[in-house]
């Protein structure tokens, strides 16, 4: 079964940091756009940050830019977003999400499948 | 940035009711819309890609369209498993966007 497995949430004061890590299994990750959403308690989904399969390149939401890094090791199968100076507004679950491709109509499109199952962030004095 | 405006915001149905979502993008993204359902405590899950392909194991009774700007996501015939909140999401921009959100609640 594909899977997707975050870690590395908890409790950390403003200012601080924190590490994500996404373990992929059962899914050829090293062929895969990758990428971060996040939700804050109660509201909707808020892409963070996206990595091409090879690393080389990576995107951010103004919201992170900065402050937040996302990179990847692809002999461990694995995704990492480093989160600095973090703000009780980073609060949220953090979902890392493959991204799949394919020409449809005549369109390059991509989506996000599969997703994992969240690790919760909370920024709090 | 690209905008996605869902409506409603929330709304309530009965079990075999018809439920139609749209969502509209702030400038034309041709069929580079997506839409995923999160049911509480859990991550969301694709139905739609590409504005109208059904994803696999996503039953029929699900379906989307729409291009350019306008979108919808229709649930043919409502069932208890479906009460949940719909996101539908632009990947025209490589600065992703979703929708805010449509939660269907039993009536």
């Known amino acids: 079964e594909v899977q997707l497995v975050e870690s590395g949430g908890g409790l950390v004061q403003p200012g601080g940091s924190l590490r994500l890590a996404c373990a992929a299994s059962e899914f050829t990750f090293s062929n895969h756009w990758m990428h971060w959403v996040r939700q804050a308690p109660g509201k909707g989904l808020v892409w963070v940050s996206h990595?091409?399969?090879?690393?080389?390149?990576?995107n951010y939401a103004d919201s992170v830019k900065g402050r937040f890094t996302i990179s990847r090791d692809n002999a461990k199968n694995t995704l990492y977003l480093q989160m600095n100076s973090l703000r009780t507004e980073d609060t949220a679950v953090y979902y890392c999400?493959?991204?799949?491709?394919?020409?449809?109509?005549?369109?390059?499109?991509?989506?996000?499948?599969?997703w994992g199952q969240g690790t919760l962030v909370t920024v709090s004095s | 940035d690209i905008q996605m405006t869902q409506s409603p915001s929330s709304l309530s149905a009965s079990v075999g009711d018809r439920v139609t979502i749209t969502c509209r993008a702030s400038q034309s993204i041709s069929s580079y819309l997506n839409w995923y359902q999160q049911k509480t405590g859990k991550a969301p899950k694709l139905l739609i890609y590409a504005a109208s392909s059904l994803q696999s194991g996503v039953p029929s009774r699900f379906s989307g369209s729409g291009s350019g700007t306008d979108f919808t996501l229709t649930i043919s015939s409502l069932q208890p498993e479906d009460f949940a909140t719909y996101y539908c999401q632009q990947s025209y921009s490589s600065l992703i966007t979703f929708g805010g959100g449509t939660k269907v609640e039993i009536k």
């Open positions: 999400a493959g991204d799949k491709r394919g020409y449809i109509n005549y369109n390059y499109v991509n989506w996000f499948d599969p």
């Open positions: 990595i091409n399969s090879d690393g080389s390149t990576t």
